[in-house]
């Protein structure tokens, strides 16, 4: 595994990244002694009540970093704390998005804030039990976070009676079963029971049940690593960062074609151009960007025109994208877009766990199309199948969202990309260095 490089730019805004760098950071005593480490939790255990603590999240306005954006302090309201039996907390490290590495950057720089931020959301939702799916390649970070839960168990963070306190908490570690889909909620839930990975239908939701049929919370590592840092500089001071409907910061992993690819912390609002050209140093001498994924693969593609368009959720749903895992992925004027739309496809074909028919279907069609198109025996049937196809996966028609991105992908390259797809499928010809398209 490569080394990931740091975040840059304006560090005063940081607020997942501040303490990243200092030396041993991932050892217990300096995250407490020089980062503030576990003085949330404890506040949270001993000063606060546990809605308390939930509501302080809403205020926050953090909204989940793993996809969906969906709120968080809304999704813990949902847990039903006082129901009988056991709840628990389930953490999705499984970072399989493609373009997307800022949950490994985290676990490998600061394992101790996703640990303080899951103890904190148990005592929250009450949960006794957190579980922490952690994708089965990432064996730096799981080392990492092992250490940590030891370090945690030992102080007595983690145990019978943290803080003195009479509620028992534990954390475990359950290691991915290596495909993409395991990372989508529900298939998440079903791998961690030991079944095979694949979606529920919902509802119900997680909240109600999720793992062995109880009520889960469940959130990315970068949420709940956001969740120490609310607690400490209180949710009203975290809601003034970012724009007022996309608070706060996030970590965007900007890889691909440009000279600087890394994890960067970025308050949201901030605009694609200076993540791009600023922060990650733009494309190679003598390039040009040409099209970007905003939010990992899964989110529709935006042209070099629309570099000006900010971070936040509002200002991509705008713009027919989305924030989704916060990767960047970059791609200059020497590729192509049908080709790379292909690739793409490929991949979501393969990934599919074949459960539900538009899903299974529909991607292997896109595929077939798109290998006539790049074969040189495309026409407007071609265009109008991948169209098609494209729909058919769309708007809730697939039992989880890996069907969307795959429509995504062919929607959004279509939609600012029409002339290359009729290059290829019409005049037989790649506009890239125009030449043959099946070359
Ligand atoms: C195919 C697919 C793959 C996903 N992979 C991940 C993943 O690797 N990590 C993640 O946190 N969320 C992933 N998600 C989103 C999760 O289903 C879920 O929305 C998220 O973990 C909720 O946490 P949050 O509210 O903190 O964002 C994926 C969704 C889909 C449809």
């Keep these: 595994m490569t080394e990931l490089r740091g975040s840059s730019g304006d560090a005063s805004h940081h ?21 503030g480490g576990y003085t949330a939790l404890r506040k949270a255990m001993l000063d606060m009540a546990p809605a308390d603590i939930t509501n302080e999240v809403k205020t926050s306005g953090l909204r989940g970093r793993g996809g969906a954006g969906f709120a968080t302090g809304i999704k813990w309201s949902f847990i039903n704390r006082d129901a009988p039996g056991p709840k628990y907390v ?13 949950d490994r950057y985290i676990l490998e720089n600061s394992p101790h804030m996703v640990v303080e931020g899951i103890l904190i959301a148990a005592y929250a939702v009450g949960a006794n039990q957190a579980w922490v799916y952690i994708r089965g390649e990432y064996d730096r970070p799981y080392q990492m976070l092992t250490e940590a839960i030891e370090e945690a168990r030992a102080k007595g963070y983690i145990g019978p009676k943290p803080f003195g306190k009479d509620y028992p908490l534990d954390i475990r570690l359950y290691r991915g ?37 109880r009520p889960t919370l469940l959130n990315n590592v970068e949420t709940l690593a956001t969740v120490p840092a609310i607690l400490n500089m209180g949710g009203a001071e975290y809601a003034k960062l970012g724009t007022a ?46 099209v970007f994924w905003p939010g990992g693969s899964s989110a529709p593609v935006l042209p070099e025109s629309m570099l000006d368009t900010t971070t936040d959720m509002e200002a991509l749903a705008a713009a027919r994208s989305m924030g989704g895992s916060g990767g960047v992925i970059v ?26 028919t538009p899903c299974r279907v529909g991607g292997d069609w896109a595929v077939r199309t798109y290998e006539r198109i790049l074969a040189g025996q495309g026409s407007q049937v071609e265009l109008d199948i991948l169209q098609r196809v494209s729909d058919g996966l769309q708007n ?33 010809e790649c506009n890239v260095g125009k030449v043959a398209a099946h070359a």
């Excluded at 501040?18 to 050892?27: C, I, M, N, S």
């Excluded at 609002?269 to 791009?276: A, C, D, Q, S, W």
């Excluded at 791609?331 to 539900?356: N, Q, W």
Aim: net charge positive; aromatic share 8%; glycine share 12%.
């Design 245 to 290: 409907k996309s608070p706060g910061t996030r970590l965007l992993t900007v890889s691909g074609n440009v000279r600087k690819p890394g994890v960067y912390e970025v308050e949201l609002g901030k605009t694609f151009r200076h993540v791009i050209m600023e922060l990650a140093g733009g494309p190679p001498e003598g390039r040009k960007v040409k």
């Design 177 to 213: 079963h290596g495909a993409y889909i395991c990372g989508e909620e529900t298939a998440l839930l079903e791998s961690l029971e030991g079944k095979r990975a694949q979606p529920r239908s919902r509802p119900p939701f997680p909240a109600v049940k999720g793992a062995w049929g």
């Design 396 to 428: 809730g028609r697939c039992l989880c969202g890996l069907g969307d991105s795959a429509g995504w992908v062919i929607d959004g390259t279509l939609r600012h990309f029409r002339e290359e797809y009729e290059d290829h499928a019409l005049r037989h």
């Design 15 to 35: 607020v997942l990244t501040r303490w990243f760098g200092t030396p041993d950071l991932h050892r217990l005593e300096t995250y407490a002694s020089k980062a």
């Design 331 to 356: 791609m200059d004027d020497t590729h192509c877009v049908v080709k790379a739309a292909h690739r793409l496809l490929k991949f979501y074909a393969y990934e599919s766990c074949g459960k539900c």
């Design 90 to 102: 389930v953490v999705n490290a499984d970072e399989s998005e493609p373009g997307t590495a800022k």
